[in-house]
């Protein structure tokens, strides 16, 4: 079906029937690759600009090397996030060059596509991290900015108990596009953020935090409950969403969305 699809297409190019940008729409709308326990999407780059991601959590390591390697054969780069050791040993005897980031728990093969963009239009992503605990969220969220075509700033260990600590760094906070803030605790960090900078913020709550935390619920709830404008929240933990988003925004701000 996909072949035929694909044929269709290309002879109604071919015969002046379809434009190029007709047929672009068309693909990208094309079916997905069916493995029987997974429905891979091949096309959501040409959709979205990014390639499909794989959630590693509650699948076998053998469920996530057959996705992993059925994704990185088209050349595309993939992620797959809330991976385990045993995950990636899995992934490793299909996919050789795949590496893995341990303190995010990110499995990255780094494919062709998409094409970088120039340093120029490149976005620029700061990734805010309240307290070390709060790390292993952070990365993932700057790892994802940076696979997607980000330059990411890190600033650790800027939390609101010590505020002067986040202070010193406000040049490097007014050249970023974008501002990733990764909260525990209180979750009160990205509130002070948005009432000093401009840019858009991206909260992430983290389940770091004492009993009355409620595993980042009570972050989640004050971030969602913030007075500053300008916040978007992700869910708790959500490191690959925020920078999935923040690359999103980045690139509206340069000019550079890749499915146009």
């Known amino acids: 079906m996909l072949l035929q699809r694909l044929r269709q297409v290309l002879q109604r190019v071919q015969s002046g029937e379809l434009s190029v940008e007709e047929a672009l729409q068309q693909l990208r709308a094309l ?14 780059l040409l959709r979205r600009g990014f390639p499909e991601a794989v959630y590693c959590l509650h699948k076998t390591p053998e469920q996530v090397q057959k996705i992993v390697a059925a994704m990185a054969q088209t050349g595309v780069t993939v992620l797959a996030t809330k991976a385990s050791p045993a995950h990636f040993e899995a992934v490793q005897q299909t996919v050789p060059q795949a590496r893995y980031h341990e ?21 620029h992503i700061a990734v805010l991290c309240a307290g070390t605990a709060d790390l292993p969220v952070a990365e993932e969220a700057a790892l994802t900015a940076e696979y997607a075509g980000c330059q990411v700033s890190r600033l650790v260990d800027v939390g609101v108990a010590g505020i002067h ?41 983290t389940s770091v935090g004492y009993g009355a935390s409620f595993h980042g619920l009570s972050a989640l709830l004050t971030m969602l409950n913030a007075c500053a404008p300008g916040i978007a929240v992700v869910n708790i933990d959500n490191g690959f969403g925020a920078g999935y988003l923040a690359a999103l925004i980045g690139r509206m701000a340069k000019g550079a969305i890749a499915p146009r």
């Open 103 to 123: 303190l995010a728990r990110l499995i990255a093969v780094e494919g062709k596509e998409p094409t970088p963009l120039p340093p120029d239009r490149q976005p």
């Open 31 to 44: 079916p997905f690759e069916e493995l029987g326990f997974a429905k891979i999407d091949h096309h959501r």
């Open 165 to 205: 600590r986040l202070l010193e760094h406000k040049a490097v906070l007014e050249r970023a596009d974008v501002l990733i803030v990764v909260a525990g605790m209180e979750g009160a960090l990205p509130s002070v953020v948005a009432g000093l900078m401009w840019q858009p913020v991206i909260a992430v709550p």
